[in-house]
């Protein structure tokens, strides 16, 4: 059994939801925990009771972690948030004894494989993260911290739970969306760990924690089915930066990095990502967007998107050959 924990308001449910359903997929035996930052996200996991997931309400954690709420007085909405990083493995290892060893995730990752070969790496660590790995472009953003807080793993033991302690009661302290004394919201903090604390394992497999900023280090070989990273297989996609903008638009988060990449790229990675969105709200409301089943235009965004592999060929035949912004960027 693996345990897992993450938290979302009802802003990230569809992100959230695409989670917890990746894993369904590639997990054979897991919990999810999911923080719901406010009642109605609280309220519709609990409606509807889904296998593995248990949903814990925003009241409940305060009400056992007694620093947050001195905490959240002095920060923002965001920052709140980044405290309960934290706070959220350390209240589970603290209520659940049957836990050994839990995983934070950020809501936004995505996966594409099984996990295990991760835990087989972390083997009898009490605590491993995971770097960043910042392409030479972006090496400038390691001032936020070298690890990313998208995977976080203790286990329960002596190391795994003094670095736990440490970490919550560094963000209830300061943490802050700037970089400030070495210190940057709960995720640079995690450069101290390998220092302060014994048994830390640094996750290397390149197929853990793909993501905008550190494509480019790599060579991609994607078909339709399947994405391979230096000949090492996709476990997990960290999907920051990717919203929807409008009813036929969704911004990826590539062009913050500059990056330019392949139609089977996007056919391996972002078309799943794409699809699961859309069958977790059918007809409803993606993020800020939305998509509408009941009207022509609708229906077209949404043939559009469950077609992507066929976009170029659509673009030329309904719009003949005019540019657009769709999905990925400039289609021609």
Request: aromatic share 14%.
């Given at each position: 059994m693996?345990?897992?924990?993450?938290y979302f308001d009802a802003g990230y449910l569809s992100r959230g939801m695409a989670l917890y359903e990746s894993l369904r997929q590639h997990c054979s035996e897991f919990t999810l925990w999911v923080l719901c930052l406010d009642e109605a996200t609280f309220e519709q996991l609990r409606r509807r009771a889904l296998p593995n997931l248990r949903p814990i309400s925003l009241s409940e954690l305060e009400t056992a972690m007694k620093e947050l709420p001195t905490a959240k007085m002095n920060r923002s909405r965001a920052e709140y948030y980044f405290t309960c990083s934290p706070a959220l493995p350390l209240f589970l290892l603290?209520?659940?004894?049957?836990?050994?060893?839990?995983?934070?995730?950020?809501s936004d990752l995505y996966f594409f494989a099984n996990p295990e070969i991760i835990f087989s790496e972390i083997k009898?660590?009490?605590?491993?993260?995971i770097p960043h790995r910042f392409?030479?472009?972006?090496?400038e953003l390691e001032q936020h911290g070298i690890y990313n807080v998208g995977w976080v793993t203790f286990r329960r033991d002596e190391s795994g739970l003094a670095c736990l302690r440490w970490w919550y009661e560094r963000c209830i302290e300061w943490c802050y969306h700037r970089v400030e004394d070495g210190k940057y919201a709960d995720q640079k903090y995690l450069d101290l760990f390998p220092k302060k604390f014994s048994n830390v394992i640094i996750i290397e497999n390149k197929g853990?924690?793909?993501?905008?900023?550190?494509?480019?280090?790599?060579?991609?070989?994607?078909?339709?089915?399947?994405?391979?990273?230096?000949?090492?297989p996709l476990i997990f996609f960290?999907?920051?930066?990717?919203r929807q903008i409008s009813q036929?638009?969704?911004a990826t988060g590539l062009a913050a990095y500059g990056l330019r990449v392949s139609h089977s790229v996007l056919r391996a990675i972002f078309e799943p990502y794409i699809q699961r969105l859309l069958q977790i709200t059918p007809g409803g409301v993606i993020e800020q967007g939305l998509v509408h089943r009941n009207d022509d235009r609708g229906s077209l965004v949404l043939r559009f998107a469950r077609r992507l592999k066929h976009f170029p060929r659509m673009v030329k035949e309904h719009f003949n050959g005019?540019?657009?912004?769709?999905?990925?960027?400039?289609?021609i």
């Amino acid at each position: 059994m693996r345990y897992f924990c993450t938290y979302f308001d009802a802003g990230y449910l569809s992100r959230g939801m695409a989670l917890y359903e990746s894993l369904r997929q590639h997990c054979s035996e897991f919990t999810l925990w999911v923080l719901c930052l406010d009642e109605a996200t609280f309220e519709q996991l609990r409606r509807r009771a889904l296998p593995n997931l248990r949903p814990i309400s925003l009241s409940e954690l305060e009400t056992a972690m007694k620093e947050l709420p001195t905490a959240k007085m002095n920060r923002s909405r965001a920052e709140y948030y980044f405290t309960c990083s934290p706070a959220l493995p350390l209240f589970l290892l603290n209520s659940s004894r049957e836990i050994d060893l839990i995983t934070y995730l950020d809501s936004d990752l995505y996966f594409f494989a099984n996990p295990e070969i991760i835990f087989s790496e972390i083997k009898e660590g009490s605590v491993a993260i995971i770097p960043h790995r910042f392409s030479h472009p972006s090496i400038e953003l390691e001032q936020h911290g070298i690890y990313n807080v998208g995977w976080v793993t203790f286990r329960r033991d002596e190391s795994g739970l003094a670095c736990l302690r440490w970490w919550y009661e560094r963000c209830i302290e300061w943490c802050y969306h700037r970089v400030e004394d070495g210190k940057y919201a709960d995720q640079k903090y995690l450069d101290l760990f390998p220092k302060k604390f014994s048994n830390v394992i640094i996750i290397e497999n390149k197929g853990a924690n793909l993501a905008p900023w550190n494509l480019s280090n790599y060579d991609l070989r994607c078909s339709h089915n399947s994405c391979e990273i230096n000949g090492t297989p996709l476990i997990f996609f960290h999907f920051q930066g990717f919203r929807q903008i409008s009813q036929i638009s969704y911004a990826t988060g590539l062009a913050a990095y500059g990056l330019r990449v392949s139609h089977s790229v996007l056919r391996a990675i972002f078309e799943p990502y794409i699809q699961r969105l859309l069958q977790i709200t059918p007809g409803g409301v993606i993020e800020q967007g939305l998509v509408h089943r009941n009207d022509d235009r609708g229906s077209l965004v949404l043939r559009f998107a469950r077609r992507l592999k066929h976009f170029p060929r659509m673009v030329k035949e309904h719009f003949n050959g005019m540019r657009l912004l769709f999905l990925f960027g400039r289609v021609i």
